[in-house]
């Protein structure tokens, strides 16, 4: 199976270019690039996909490149945007490069290099006489991304990302021998504005060529990869291990085939082979076990794997209690959590502000039978207060109701 079948059998191709130059692609040891852009410090796992298209290139004998917005990064992708980024600070911009490249060498191992080397010392005349001379203004509002933002309007800086996005890819066909640009669905505008300055600048017969991956979506058609709480970051300042476990294993059945051919590298026989025994005992489910274990364990290692299991045993077993204080944290962080500024509360209305009971008739009621504990502590008089004195670490209490219900309290 080939780089571009594969592609196919786990369903990421959204759209090709030049059918013709990319079976060219295919036929030799070829070159192709993927860009990141550093909006923020962390990928999260929407990236993470496009790392995994990276090493796919690696595996079938082509060379890969990552290329860092340092300089794009600066200005914004106007892409899927209904109105004006705001530009992030240039030495924040260069902080988010920085980290960035740390994570894709990480977990792809590609050549890397941040498109603000090509663009730091030119000028605004290298600018207009060399990439600007290259693209007709008419062949840009012509563009979706540049389109749909005409009647709400787009400055020049956005309006410019097309034209330096598109360079990047003429550079490193000329200087990087690089023939193939892959980018998430959104980048079709941008992947081909750079084809036609390969164009004009090396003619028709040039062996420029792109495609674009699906976007990763729910069974419902919503975007994959954020929880309630946000994005699922790689980075576990943001997103603890287990968090990223737990989001993983709540997968439903219809998302977990689909997950597995995006999210890992398990050929095409081991993901048969995952779902057959999946659908035998879907109660089981083995296959939002083998994707969790999978891509847990390429990201954040083995041992951390292991670690979110035990953490998810004592969870399932309602045996958090014999957790260290972290881990228990980190396991309450899938749970309904509630942020407080207040210093304490009446049980009753404590109960009843985080979600734990409807009314504070309920509330009562539960504590009158012995339902509701928090940190461990049984609770059942109507005035007794909770208060950040009393919480754990400093930071955090939980309310336990029943036997596996929890509830977190975030104090701030």
Not at 56 to 78: E, F, M, R, W, Y
Request: a positive charge; hydrophobic letters at 35%; aromatic letters at 10%.
């Amino acid at each position: 199976m080939s780089f571009i079948e594969d592609l196919k059998w786990r369903g990421l191709i959204n759209n090709t270019t030049n059918e013709e130059k990319i079976k060219l692609f295919e036929t030799k040891k070829s070159i192709a690039y993927i860009g990141f852009d550093p909006s923020a410090d962390s990928l999260h796992l929407g990236n993470y996909v496009m790392l995994m298209v990276l090493r796919q290139l690696k595996q079938h004998g082509h060379s890969a490149i990552a290329i860092l917005g340092g300089a794009t990064g600066q200005i914004g992708d106007p892409s899927g945007k209904s109105s004006e980024r705001n530009m992030i600070d240039v030495k924040k911009a260069e902080a988010n490069a920085l980290a960035i490249q740390k994570q894709i060498k990480k977990y792809s191992d590609v050549i890397v290099i941040n498109n603000l080397e090509i663009y730091k010392k030119m000028t605004i005349f290298d600018f207009l006489r060399t990439i600007g001379k290259l693209i007709n203004v008419n062949y840009l509002l012509e563009k979706d991304i540049i389109k749909s933002r005409l009647e709400s309007g787009i400055s020049y800086t956005e309006f410019s990302y097309n034209l330096i996005q598109g360079y990047d890819f003429a550079w490193l066909y000329s200087n990087k021998y690089v023939r193939m640009q892959i980018g998430g669905s959104d980048q079709w505008g941008n992947i081909t504005t750079g084809i036609e300055m390969i164009r004009k600048l090396y003619g028709d017969n040039n062996e420029a060529c792109g495609l674009t991956i699906s976007l990763l979506t729910k069974s419902d058609g919503t975007k994959f990869g954020k929880s309630e709480k946000g994005a699922i970051y790689l980075d576990k300042k943001y997103t603890s291990p287990f968090a990223m476990y737990q989001f993983l294993f709540n997968q439903p059945d219809s998302d977990v085939e689909k997950l597995l051919k995006f999210l890992t590298l398990l050929k095409q026989d081991e993901i048969n082979a995952i779902m057959q025994k999946h659908k035998v005992e879907p109660f089981k489910r083995l296959a939002q076990q083998e994707l969790s274990k999978v891509v847990l364990a390429d990201i954040h290692g083995v041992k951390e794997y292991e670690h979110c299991l035990q953490i998810s045993e004592a969870f399932y077993k309602g045996a958090i209690e014999s957790l260290s204080n972290d881990d228990l944290y980190n396991a309450l962080t899938s749970v309904t959590s509630f942020d407080t500024i207040e210093p304490s509360y009446n049980i009753i209305d404590l109960l009843t502000a985080c979600g734990v009971c409807k009314s504070k008739s309920e509330a009562r009621t539960l504590l009158e039978s012995n339902a509701i504990a928090v940190n461990n502590k049984p609770i059942n008089k109507f005035d007794t207060i909770i208060s950040k004195s009393h919480s754990i670490n400093g930071k955090f209490s939980y309310i336990k109701k029943g036997k596996k219900s929890y509830f977190l309290i975030n104090w701030k």
